[in-house]
Nanobody
Framework: QVQLRESGGGSVPAGGSLRLSCVAS????????MGWFRQAPGEELEGIATIDRNGLTTYPEFVKGRFTISRDNAKNTLYLHIKSLKPEDTAMYYC????????????????????WGQGTQVTVSS
């Protein structure tokens, strides 16, 4: 069974840091495009980081410099390092693979395809 399982979320004060992890099982994702997404209450899902098989990354402007996506293919694990957290970063964070339509980009995804994890909650207090 193909699964993605996120961990590492929690409640942190503004300015803090977190490292989210996403462990894959049932499939080797080393050659796949993978990404992180988030959804705040009452808001739409938004892409926040992607990484392709060559390590090329994409981010929206509002997270550049604060969010870093990386992968450890030997561990079949995807990471998201977040620093300088803001209250507006509060959301459920999801990892996914096989989600893109044409390009491995944060803004080119289809939620009805690929494999998605169950999410990990990040709450940032002011």
């Amino acid at each position: 069974q193909v699964q993605l399982r996120e961990s590492g979320g929690g409640s942190v004060p503004a300015g803090g840091s977190l490292r989210l992890s996403c462990v894959a099982s049932g499939h080797t994702y080393s050659g796949d495009c993978m990404g992180w997404f988030r959804q705040a209450p009452g808001e739409e899902l938004e892409g926040i980081a992607t990484i392709d098989r060559n390590g090329l990354t994409t981010y929206p402007e509002f997270v550049k410099g604060r969010f870093t996506i990386s992968r450890d293919n030997a561990k079949n694990t995807l990471y998201l390092h977040i620093k300088s957290l803001k209250p507006e970063d509060t959301a459920m964070y999801y990892c996914a693979a096989g989600f893109f339509r044409r390009f491995c980009r944060f803004d080119d995804y289809e939620t009805r395809q690929g494999t998605w994890g169950q999410g990990t909650q990040v709450t940032v207090s002011s």
